[in-house]
């Protein structure tokens, strides 16, 4: 008996090694998926640079600006932009919101980004090359991510 005790305990003390072995080969915190919305400069920066595309920078009042809202509802909540997103763009969030908490680092390297390109009203939609250039500017557009869509293509595509 008590060896099938002792035999027990081994087994058990074994099983929880290799859970915390197989636990520390998982990585920390996993790459946000191409179609997720990055919140760093930095970050986008070395994403367009591995992926060789374009940054599609939003300035946004995520949480006061009407045609905000609208856009985000109207275009980038939708399954149709999510997968062109996904395959075309980094997306960054250049957010400037009124109540919504926000980091100071945030904060600061929006307004610079933000003044660096001239942003003066929202929604407005910068394409960025990874090293800052803007290669095009959207805003708004009426109709769904269809028409939205077509037009942030015209400027990949004269991007290249």
């Known amino acids: 008996m008590r060896r099938t005790i ?21 990585p920390a915190t ?30 946004t009042g995520s949480d006061w600006c009407g045609w905000c809202m609208k856009l985000k509802a109207e275009v980038f909540d939708t399954p149709e932009f999510k997968e062109w997103a996904g395959k075309n763009v980094v997306l960054l969030e250049v957010d400037f919101p009124r109540a919504k908490k926000q980091d100071d680092a945030t904060k600061k390297q929006n307004k610079e980004l933000a003044t660096k390109l001239g942003v003066r009203g929202f929604p407005t939609i910068h394409f960025l090359k990874a090293d800052g250039t803007s290669v095009g500017q959207m805003g708004y557009q009426e109709g769904g991510p269809k028409p939205w869509i077509e037009a942030a293509q015209k400027i990949l595509d004269a991007a290249k």
Request: glycine fraction near 2%; hydrophobic fraction near 55%.
């Open 6 to 26: 002792t035999c027990l305990g081994v087994l058990a003390v074994a099983a929880c090694a290799w859970c915390v072995v197989v636990a520390d080969d998982k």
């Open 30 to 59: 996993a790459p946000a998926p191409a179609s997720e919305w990055l919140m760093s400069i930095p970050d986008a920066t070395a994403a367009a640079t591995k992926t060789s595309r374009l940054i599609l920078a939003d300035f």
